[in-house]
Structure formats: C-alpha cells, structure tokens
C-alpha cells in the first residue's frame, strides 16, 4: 500500500509541477495546508475521495490515471 501512496504523490507532483502551480496553490484549492498536500506528494497521507476529486479537477487527470490503472 505504501508503493501505491508514492506512485500517486510523484504523479501528483509530476502533474503539479508541469502546470506550473505551487503545492501552496493546490492545497488552497482543495481545502488543505500546504504541509497537508506536501505529505500526499511523499506518499506519507492519502487524500479522502473529495480531495482526490478536487486534485483530479485540478490538474486535469483521471483518478484511473493516479491509481495507475491507465497511462496519461
């Protein structure tokens, strides 16, 4: 479960940083302090299913893709 948490945060990240937004950005947009997301992007908290719908809307991705289940 652990490998799953970091494959999302990196693509999380990944996503994030190709936008050009700042983790500050996005924790303000889903509702969470930056120190919050950060620990996402670590793969150290998971996101409840409001938050991965946000970051989903946010950054333009699939919940499919974050999981891993399809390539972007």
């Known amino acids: 479960m652990n490998e ?8 999380l990240k990944d996503r994030r940083e190709q936008l050009r ?3 500050r950005e996005v ?3 889903i509702g969470v302090a930056q120190p ?3 620990r996402f ?3 150290i908290y998971e996101c409840s299913y409001a938050q991965l719908y946000a970051l989903c809307k946010l950054l333009d991705i699939s919940a499919d893709y974050l999981l891993g289940l399809i390539e972007y």
């Open 4 to 11: 799953l948490k970091e494959r999302v945060g990196e693509k």
């Open 36 to 38: 919050v997301y950060q």
């Open 27 to 29: 924790a303000a947009s």
């Open 21 to 23: 937004l700042t983790q």
């Open 41 to 43: 992007e670590k793969g």
